[in-house]
């Protein structure tokens, strides 16, 4: 398979940084990942100490706001969004072929804190199969390159 640039999209930057942590934990050197999301966010430790629970850190991660030009460089545009709660951005026409969509519950919606504590850990543990499986979905994925 030749290298493929995954671009994990979220509303805010905790889903797609967390998706970035399970990809990088997979070691796939024809992988080049980035997270993006539509907004900046608070710095929330959440997903962080989520993520410590499996020995991934990503802590130092840092996402980059959504650029027409890192969609277009993409091979494939993995957009983690809540289908109930949230909305897909906007994105060029082109990402239109190369988009897969992930509907993950979003925790910022729990107010209350062990809900949300639960639901971060939750959707680390659904990242992981997704992510598990994405190699999958990038075989069959059409490259626009």
């Given at each position: ?76 545009v993995v957009a983690i969004y809540d289908f109930q709660r949230d909305s ?58």
């Open positions: 398979m030749k290298n493929k640039t995954i671009l994990f999209l979220s509303p805010v930057n905790h889903l797609s940084m967390m998706a970035e942590g399970w990809a990088t934990r997979l070691n796939k050197p024809s992988w080049n990942v980035i997270s993006t999301s539509c907004m900046n966010a608070d710095y929330d430790v959440l997903p962080v100490e989520a993520m410590k629970e499996v020995n991934i850190n990503i802590e130092s991660q840092t996402p980059h706001s959504l650029k027409p030009h890192l969609v277009h460089e993409a091979d494939v897909l951005p906007a994105l060029p026409d082109e990402a239109g072929r190369k988009i897969l969509r992930w509907n993950i519950p979003n925790p910022v919606y729990y107010e209350k804190m062990p809900e949300r504590w639960a639901a971060y850990q939750i959707v680390c543990d659904e990242l992981a199969v997704k992510i598990k499986e994405l190699e999958k979905e990038l075989i069959m994925a059409p490259s626009s390159k």
